[in-house]
């Protein structure tokens, strides 16, 4: 019976949003923005809550079990502390909250997105192999706009320059443009699917 | 004299959306005929698509092994995008099957609403093949809403638990090389699909199988068998026959009549 | 711990990245076609022209993204055009805040009058769409706290029909939503400055003109401190940048040599 309201409920929402996508009445605007922001946000808010919570729960199970017990206490304690500096100082320049974000998050970030540097190192030794035309090709085009993004200058600069840029416009484009009509259908039937009730996976349903 | 014009009321439909309007309403229609039409439903055949061939192999791999599955939807979806909805409905299938071997199922993700609903797919499943009690509620993780926050944690989770199949089916952005790579270094089977046409390169490069863009939306009715699922897949392909139409025509239309602008909308 | 090959693919990349940096080199660079017509029309703005910086970025793409940021505040300040920063992701709020302090210190312009700081706004679409209506509604104050009426820069902002563009500092799609939201919607001209990993989801926009124009990555923040004649963070990572290439390109050779040996090997 719940999920049956859920689908319903689904299945009014989804119809009223592609209604109003058409229409510009200040009255639709403002139902579309209600649905987007104060909705979304109460929703977002609640689970959040529940994600926070679930968190906590998981992570002081593991610490009782003696399970990855330091990794465990530094997230709770990133957890809590964050949100404590920000009450008690607020969260201006100059704030704990923000020396520590500035001097622990941003190294830390910055830190983990670098790992991309070495991984794309490890995964071009391993994986950029000529095994097919397919893959030459591929191969090939990686070779082509990394040289043309790394050379410094002169007449070989710009001629490679030149080339990649016509990779880019043309050939990669297309196969970029079928791709996202693709993904746009695919989008769209999903999306019926779910309105009109034939798929109900996300409902944690049966088929 | 002073002439009273009567404020002009605001419209109710906005008249330059009629061409999205027609093409959304042709695009129903093709879905919904090839839905409800029998025939036409029996008569279609899904071509095989490898990488969902392999998820029931990398599931028994998993369960021989005595190794956990790792199924991560990206950081880059919310539960609204279609995306992030055709995800859940592999994730059903996936943990009915990791149900059915008894092979634990972990499930890491950024975003609280999405480990919400994936808690009560999960559950479902469990439920519906008769094993309610080999739910792991813990298993489905909330772990952090910054990207590589988010990129580390399923890294660090990949290297301690060492799963012997990762699938990475979502929305991925920068971390999708991060945690392929680290799969790859602890010998996972990978099955990725996105519809990040950037990150696809590096899915290519990292991993065993790559769903491209659209397949990941034909996973839930390939995997379940389900017909009208099924069908609703072909008429992307239909659509598709359109699209090309409509381009041909309008490659046509503006070689002969340089000055014609009905295709541009 | 017993070390893999791929840890010594690491090692290297750390050498020549290390060892790039210590010789302190800053190689002259190409210009591209994009980062010309990013830097013209910069300068083709007349001055006291108002912009939107909206840092959309996170933390972690601070090092790729900071000296083009860097590299078009220098040139816009010197240029005389007005700036409004703002943020749609939270981690950029308090970045955004420091390049533009820092710029601004180093070209004596005056907070309140040259440019003003307006702050986080979470739900990036409908902060997009609520500022096409009203940048005050959407902001009654600034980052620092001042009303929206107070401060000089603002007084006859009321939304986008004022701004001559919006300049997204991003790392993901956020541009894509300024396009969607700002550019259709509004009409806004929107330009960008992005990691170089997303360059190429924007050609579509660029050939459709959605998006005016882009710098992407080091590179780009290397050729438009070059274009403006300032020295910055984009010349001073190039050798690094082009060295890990070159890296890089040695290592699919090395991969390949490897594969067809093994095979002629193994047939």
Request: aromatic share 10%; proline share 4%.
């Amino acid at each position: 019976m719940s999920r049956r309201v859920a689908q319903i409920v689904c299945a009014i929402f989804g119809i009223a949003m592609f209604l109003l996508f058409f229409s510009p009445h200040p009255t639709a605007r403002a139902i579309t923005l209600s649905i987007t922001t104060e909705y979304w946000q109460l929703i977002y808010a609640s689970a959040l809550i529940v994600g926070t919570i679930s968190f906590l729960r998981v992570n002081l199970k593991n610490i009782q079990r003696g399970n990855d017990t330091i990794y465990r206490v530094v997230s709770i304690i990133g957890l809590l502390a964050m949100p404590v500096c920000a009450i008690i100082w607020g969260i201006n320049v100059g704030s704990p909250f923000m020396w520590t974000f500035e001097n622990i998050q941003v190294p830390m970030q910055s830190t983990v997105f670098a790992l991309l540097a070495f991984f794309v190192a490890s995964a071009s030794f391993r994986g950029f192999r000529a095994r097919s035309l397919p893959a030459a090709v591929l191969l090939l085009s990686a070779v082509l706009i990394l040289m043309s993004r790394s050379w410094a200058e002169g007449e070989i600069a710009n001629a490679l320059i030149s080339t990649a840029d016509w990779v880019r416009s043309y050939p990669s484009m297309a196969a970029r443009r079928a791709i996202l009509i693709g993904i746009g259908l695919g989008s769209l039937t999903t999306s019926l699917r779910v309105i009109i009730g034939i798929e109900r996976t996300w409902l944690g349903g049966g088929r | 004299m002073i002439l009273l014009v009567p404020p002009t009321p605001d419209p109710w439909f906005d008249i330059v959306k009629l061409p999205t309007l027609i093409a959304a309403i042709i695009a129903i229609i093709v879905v919904l005929y090839t839905t409800y039409h029998k025939a036409s439903r029996d008569k279609y055949r899904p071509r095989p698509i490898a990488g969902l061939r392999a998820v029931d192999d990398a599931i028994g791999r998993a369960t021989e092994m005595a190794r956990p599955v790792l199924f991560t939807p990206g950081w880059g979806g919310d539960i609204q995008r279609p995306t992030t909805i055709a995800s859940m409905n592999i994730l059903g299938q996936v943990a009915e099957k990791t149900a059915q071997y008894d092979c634990r199922l972990l499930y890491p993700t950024h975003d609280p609403v999405i480990q919400s609903v994936a808690q009560e797919v999960i559950r479902e499943s469990y439920v519906r093949t008769g094993y309610p009690d080999r739910f792991r509620e813990d298993d489905i993780r909330f772990v952090s809403t910054s990207q590589f926050g988010y990129a580390a944690a399923v890294e660090g989770m990949i290297s301690r638990q060492h799963p012997a199949a990762v699938l990475l089916l979502g929305t991925f952005e920068a971390e999708s090389l991060i945690i392929a790579e680290t799969g790859n270094s602890v010998g996972a089977i990978q099955i990725a699909g996105t519809d990040s046409t950037i990150q696809l390169a590096f899915f290519i490069v990292a991993c065993d199988y790559t769903l491209i863009g659209e397949e990941l939306f034909a996973a839930s009715g390939y995997l379940s068998g389900d017909r009208a699922i099924l069908a609703s897949v072909r008429a992307q392909d239909m659509l598709k026959v359109i699209i090309v139409l409509v381009l041909i025509a309008s490659i046509i239309c503006a070689w002969i009549i340089p000055t014609a602008t009905w295709w541009k909308f | 711990m017993k070390l893999e090959p791929r840890h010594y693919t690491f090692l290297g990349l750390l050498v020549v990245v290390f060892g790039s940096m210590l010789l302190g080199i800053r190689p002259e660079v190409s210009i591209s076609e994009e980062t010309r017509r990013m830097h013209a029309y910069i300068d083709s703005l007349p001055e006291g022209s108002t912009l939107i910086y909206s840092f959309d970025h996170e933390s972690s793409s601070l090092p790729e993204i900071r000296p083009a940021a860097l590299a078009l505040l220098r040139h816009s300040f010197s240029k005389g055009h007005r700036i409004v920063g703002l943020a749609l992701l939270a981690e950029g709020t308090g970045i955004g805040y420091r390049l533009m302090d820092m710029v601004a210190h180093e070209q004596n312009k005056q907070y309140g009058s040259d440019w003003v700081y307006l702050g986080f706004k979470p739900q990036y679409i409908a902060a997009i769409l609520s500022m096409g209506e009203s940048l005050q509604k959407t902001f009654p104050q600034d980052y620092l706290g001042h009303p929206y009426d107070s401060l000089a820069l603002l007084s006859g902002i009321i939304n986008y029909s004022q701004v001559n563009a919006v300049v997204s500092i991003g790392d993901g799609n956020m541009a894509v939503h300024w396009i969607e939201y700002g550019q259709s919607r509004f009409g806004v001209t929107i330009t960008s400055a992005m990691t170089a990993a997303m360059v190429t989801t924007y050609d579509p926009y660029i050939s459709s003109g959605q998006l005016h124009a882009l710098i992407g990555g080091l590179r780009g923040a290397a050729e438009y401190e070059t274009l403006s004649g300032q020295s910055g963070g984009g010349l001073r990572g190039m050798l690094a940048q082009a060295s890990a290439h070159v890296y890089v390109l040695l290592l699919i050779l090395a991969g390949n040599v490897i594969y067809f040996i093994a095979r002629r090997r193994g047939a």
